[in-house]
Nanobody, 122 residues
Framework: VQLQASGGGLVQAGGSLRLSCAASGRTFSSYTMGWFRQAPGKDRDFVAAISWSGGMTHYADSVKGRFTISRDNAKKTVYLQMNSLKPEDTAVYYC????????????????WGQGTQVTVSS
C-alpha cells in the first residue's frame, strides 16, 4: 500500500482544513487507517483511526469533538476533517495503514504517507 497525504496549509485559529490520504493497492479496504502528527521537536503522536469498514473510530483526547476521520473505500481515500483549529494543532500530519484494529501506536502501522504540513496561526 502506498499512501499520499494532501490538504495541509496555513489557517487561522478557529478555522478548518480537510486532509486527504489517497492509497494505491488492491487491499486498502482491509486496513485500519490512521492519522498521526508531529510538531517540531516533539514525538509523532496519534490523532485518529478508523476501522476497515468505517464502523469504528478512535480519537486522541486532544482532538475529540473537533476532528472527524472518515474513509471512502471505493475511492481508496481516508479523510481528516479538522474544525476549530488551534495553534497547538500545528504539525506535520501523516496517514498510515495497519492490519491491527484501531491501533494508537506507531509500531502497529505498516505503511506511512509522506506527511502534509498544517500551520495554525493565532
Amino acid at each position: 500500500v502506498q499512501l499520499q497525504a494532501s490538504g495541509g496549509g496555513l489557517v487561522q485559529a478557529g478555522g478548518s482544513l480537510r486532509l486527504s490520504c489517497a492509497a494505491s493497492g488492491r487491499t486498502f479496504s482491509s486496513y485500519t487507517m490512521g492519522w498521526f502528527r508531529q510538531a517540531p521537536g516533539k514525538d509523532r503522536d496519534f490523532v485518529a483511526a478508523i476501522s476497515w469498514s468505517g464502523g469504528m473510530t478512535h480519537y486522541a483526547d486532544s482532538v475529540k469533538g473537533r476532528f472527524t476521520i472518515s474513509r471512502d473505500n471505493a475511492k481508496k481515500t481516508v479523510y481528516l476533517q479538522m474544525n476549530s483549529l488551534k495553534p497547538e494543532d500545528t504539525a506535520v500530519y501523516y496517514c498510515a495503514a495497519a492490519k491491527a484494529v484501531l491501533p494508537v501506536v506507531e509500531v502497529a502501522y505498516d505503511y506511512w504517507g509522506q506527511g502534509t504540513q498544517v500551520t495554525v496561526s493565532s
